[in-house]
């Protein structure tokens, strides 16, 4: 049986104020129907329903960026409920960040930047089972695009930095930890000359995935000294802006990231 929607105590048309929010509200219920608006009927609870209302009015430009919600009461006006499920909505939202709650109770629509668009999917992966051959995989399809377009796009001074960043790996090869350090900037500094920070966020969030599992893999013999050669093999190509090189350099990178991770996740299982 479908959900019914609540009932407010006074219907949204006999309320003296016709601010902004009521009206994108009612805009956005033109174009979906949903219990919310009366419409089609939608099985998913009341809280979800008015997240996903909220998600897209932010798409739509009803609300934007720094923009300060209604008070909960007049959202749960706006929307036709009550205020538990309203309040488990923004909370929602929040976890996600999507809105910052401010002093007063009151809420406002984040800067929306990428790291903040990920952090859902960074949610949901870090709780997930981990699966090293999905993630590199993926961080296939992300990172080598991300060499490719740094081997077009980055200035000068970002392929020398990347190229000492590389050779400077060679001081760490009996020091796991400090290795560790550098190869995070250097991987950054590749996503950083790409020049496109929403596939930056998204191979940040994939390196991050079971980093655990990569500390115990750089300390087994002979896998630092490999992965500072082949950094080295990549920068020199980026150097040269001969993406083709770069990209079959920083793929035989990740087959070898790929191979000792899964040798490393099999000690500890």
Do not use: W
Not at 85 to 110: D, H, I, N
Not at 220 to 237: N, Y
Not at 254 to 265: G, K, N, P, S
């Amino acid at each position: 049986m479908a959900m019914k929607r609540e009932a407010p105590a006074t219907a949204l048309s006999d309320m003296p104020f016709r601010d902004a929010f009521s009206e994108a509200v009612e805009a956005e219920r033109g174009k979906h129907g949903d219990n919310l608006a009366g419409g089609v009927p939608d099985r998913r609870p009341i809280a979800e329903q008015v997240s996903r209302r909220i998600l897209a009015m932010i798409k739509s430009g009803n609300l934007k960026s720094g923009d300060r919600l209604p008070t909960e009461q007049k959202m749960s006006i706006a929307f036709g409920i009550s205020r538990p499920p309203l309040r488990e909505a923004l909370k929602a939202l929040t976890l996600m960040g999507v809105l910052t709650s401010r002093q007063g109770g009151r809420y406002m629509v984040t800067d929306l930047s990428p790291s903040r668009l990920v952090a859902p999917f960074n949610t949901m992966l870090s709780v997930a089972d981990y699966d090293v051959h999905q993630q590199f995989e993926t961080r296939t399809v992300v990172d080598l695009e991300l060499v490719r377009l740094c081997a077009e796009r980055a200035s000068h001074d970002m392929r020398q930095r990347i190229f000492k960043l590389a050779v400077d790996g060679r001081a760490f090869e009996q020091d796991p930890v400090a290795f560790r350090l550098l190869d995070i900037e250097f991987h950054q500094a590749i996503n950083a000359g790409a020049g496109n920070d929403l596939l930056s966020a998204l191979a940040q969030l994939l390196y991050d995935l079971g980093l655990d599992v990569r500390r115990t893999a750089s300390e087994l013999p002979g896998v630092i000294a490999k992965s500072v050669a082949q950094h080295v093999t990549v920068a020199e190509a980026l150097l040269a802006r001969d993406a083709t090189a770069a990209v079959a350099a920083y793929r035989a990178h990740l087959e070898h990231v790929r191979d000792t991770t899964i040798i490393a996740f099999n000690k500890r299982t």
